[in-house]
């Protein structure tokens, strides 16, 4: 079984930075899909980022294009999420999520249906 494991979260103001970490066990790069998703208070939840083999294949919500990047360390077993121009409206308890790698292939992981998920992390942006 896939265990992930969030870390980095916390507050930052409107225009700030955060970088979310997520360790995954047993991770290569070609064998799963990995995903940022995200849940705000009383909204569903949304899929914000993921990424596939080696971050050849990436995808953003159109909500976080430009200002967040999701990274890999394949040494590390980690995927990252880089936050920049951070708005309120990021602000949110996010997870990381892990699916087989087809789910990166045809945009399904950002239906939710993943496989394993970590606890989540809450990002907090003041204006």
């Known amino acids: 079984e896939v265990q992930l494991v969030e870390s980095g979260g916390g507050s930052a103001q409107a225009g700030g930075s955060l970088r979310l970490s997520c360790l995954v066990s047993e991770y290569a790069d070609d064998s799963h899909c990995v995903a940022w998703f995200r849940q705000a208070p009383g909204q569903e939840r949304e899929g914000v980022a993921s990424i596939y083999a080696g971050g050849h294949l990436i995808d953003y919500a159109d909500s976080v294009k430009g200002r967040f990047t999701i990274s890999q360390d394949n040494a590390k077993n980690t995927v990252f999420l880089q936050m920049n121009s951070l708005k309120p409206e990021d602000t949110a308890v996010y997870y990381c999520?892990?699916?087989?790698?087809?789910?990166?292939?045809?945009?399904?992981?950002?239906?939710?249906?993943?496989?394993?998920w970590g606890e989540g992390i809450l990002v907090n942006v003041s204006s």
């Open positions: 999520a892990a699916g087989p790698a087809g789910y990166c292939l045809d945009d399904y992981w950002s239906s939710g249906d993943m496989h394993y």
